[in-house]
C-alpha cells in the first residue's frame, strides 16, 4: 500500500473531471443558502452526512472487493434524481479513463466493458484504489473529502469567497470527515456478510430537486 498512491488519487488536478462540477454548490448559491463561508460550511456538513455517506460506503465496499455490478445497482436506487444519475455516470467514465492510464487493472477493464457510458463515479473510485493498492479506509477518506471539496472550490469562483475562508470551513469539517470515512467502511465491511442492502441510503431531497432545476438552467458555470 503506498500513501502516495492516495495523494494522486485525491489530488484536485488528477484529471477526473470533478473540476466541471459545483456538487450542488452553483444551486445553493443562487438559492442563496451559500452566502459565505459559514453557510458553506452548513452546505458541506449537510452533504457530508447525505450524498457524502453514500458514496464513500460504495467506494468503500468496491475497494474491499464487493461486486461492482451489484454497487452500480445499489448507486442508482440511492440516487433518485435522473440528473444526478447521469452526473455520476459521466464522472465515473472520466474517472475510468484516468485510473485505467495510472493504474492498468483487469477490474477495471472489466467494468468498463460492463458499463461503456460510464459507472457511477463512488464505484469507480472504490475500484481505482484497489487498483491503486489501496484499502477501503482510503477510498472512502478520498470519496469525503471529494464531497466537501469540490462545492468548496467552487463556491470560491461563485461568490469570489476567500480561499482562506473556504479551506477554513473544510479544516473545521476535518473530525466529521473522519466519522463518516469510519461508518462508510464499516458499512462496507457489513456488506461482505449481509449484501447491499447494508449499504447506508441517507437522502438529501434539496440537493436532489435542486439538480433537477440546475440540469434545466440555460445558461450555467457549472455541469452539475
Excluded: N
Excluded at 461508518?183 to 440537493?207: C, F, I, W
Amino acid at each position: 500500500m503506498s500513501r502516495a498512491a492516495l495523494l494522486v488519487l485525491a489530488d484536485g488536478r488528477f484529471p477526473a473531471g470533478g473540476h466541471a462540477h459545483s456538487g450542488g454548490a452553483e444551486a445553493a448559491v443562487k438559492a442563496g443558502r451559500i452566502t459565505g463561508a459559514a453557510s458553506l460550511e452548513d452546505f458541506c456538513r449537510g452533504r457530508l452526512h447525505t450524498a457524502g455517506l453514500v458514496s464513500a460506503s460504495l467506494a468503500a465496499a468496491a475497494a474491499i472487493g464487493v461486486d461492482p455490478v451489484s454497487l452500480d445497482s445499489a448507486a442508482d436506487a440511492r440516487t433518485p434524481s435522473p440528473a444526478l444519475r447521469a452526473v455520476a455516470r459521466r464522472l465515473g467514465r472520466q474517472l475510468m479513463r484516468a485510473a485505467r492510464a495510472t493504474w492498468p487493472s483487469a477490474e477495471l477493464d472489466a467494468l468498463a466493458r460492463e458499463f461503456p457510458k460510464g459507472a457511477h463515479q463512488p464505484v469507480v473510485l472504490g475500484l481505482a484504489a484497489r487498483a491503486a493498492g489501496l484499502g477501503p479506509d482510503d477510498a472512502a477518506y478520498c470519496s469525503v473529502y471529494e464531497a466537501v471539496s469540490g462545492p468548496a472550490t467552487a463556491t470560491v469562483r461563485l461568490l469570489s469567497l476567500d480561499p482562506f475562508d473556504a479551506t477554513g470551513a473544510l479544516a473545521r469539517l476535518a473530525p466529521e470527515l473522519d466519522l463518516v470515512a469510519g461508518q462508510a467502511t464499516d458499512a462496507a465491511r457489513r456488506v461482505l456478510a449481509d449484501g447491499v442492502d447494508a449499504l447506508p441510503a441517507a437522502s438529501a431531497p434539496l440537493l436532489e430537486i435542486s439538480a433537477e432545476a440546475h440540469a434545466a438552467w440555460p445558461v450555467r458555470l457549472f455541469a452539475s
